[in-house]
């Protein structure tokens, strides 16, 4: 007898029927013998018309009262995912995040989970009933709704199989798992079989939506194996869990990429202490989120800085910039809107030091022109024009051998 823990999507549970076939599923699962819970998110689209509802009553809609409407998607659905099980004999409960008691902080609309309590869930699970939980959504201190973000029925599947030491969290969606990259660019990607927290980190974080980032954080310190599932193939999708030993580990696990970035530049910038903090002390005060920086060894007591932002940051941020070379009086500040980065990802690449070269050749050989890299244990990101992500991606793909069985096609 194993416990698992399940979370359906908005796509999963869209529409009577799909409640209805989820409703199937966790019967068949519950009557096997497993203990099961299910955390379902609104129905596709609810969540979306719950916000616009609410902008339309208020230019300003108080987060408080923001959180108690976005949060009712979550309850018509346990409701009606618990009447279809009980409908079909198996013995189940709803409870919302407030009477389970996800107890969370209070920032509205992005609360973090401080404690989930157990007993009520423990108590159905051992009288062999089917516990169904509102996603998204927890309690603070004071009583006051909160929600978690978007996506954030991700997380919520995460803290309750933390909490109960579940065999397994499975996330059914509407995709049949986690790819090498993403294969509307490329349609050679291939579905992992599995993959570690971190590398799923970094894909995630790099534009893989697949699931919320902070689930694959929580479910990595807790150590909660997660599967990624489709709702409507069959298939044993893709898990992620931590590095296993047994298998021969790939060396690259996927290409990763984002063209939601800008780059900017300070050139002629006098190389003196404190330059750095002066130049991005302005963009952070304006909670601009810098992803790269790239400092040049100064030639004539002058270097250039480079860094790059979000790219509906990129305006003002440039302007900033701007205003800050003339105070330091440095050269010129410009930048660019039309770039894109790609990023190889793999624990493998830990112990093997030609990942570098053979990432720099590929885009060499493609003429593509490298506008910064940076490096982390786990990966590898360049900046390129964004003209050639495509292109870029494609060439990657094929170079580590993540095409076809995995080999490297080009040997470092
Ligand atoms: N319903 C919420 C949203 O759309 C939470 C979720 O689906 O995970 O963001
Ligand atoms: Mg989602």
Redo the contacts with the bound molecule.
Sequence with gaps: MALIVQKY??TSVGSIEKIGKVADKVCALARSGDQVVVAV??MSG???RLIALAHEMSSKPHTREMDVIIST??QVTIALLTMALLDRGCEARSYTGTQIKMLTDSVHGKARIREVQCDAMREDLNAGRVVVVA??QGVDEHGNITTLG?????TTAVAIAAALKADECQIYTDVDGVYTTDPRIEPKARKLDRITFEEMLEMASLGSKVL?IRSVEFAGKYNVPLRVLSSFEEGSGTLIALENDDVEQALISGIAFNRDEAQLTMTGVPDQPGVASKILGPITQANIEIDMIVQNISADGCTDFTFTVHRNDYATALELLQQTAGELGAKSAIGDDKIAKISVVGVGMRSHAGIANIMFQTLADENINIRMISTSEIKISVVIDEKYLELGVRSLHQAFGLDNDGQLSRIA
């Design positions: 999507g908005g998110s609104a609810e969540t979306n998607g979550e996603g998204f978007r996506g954030g029925s991700d919320q």
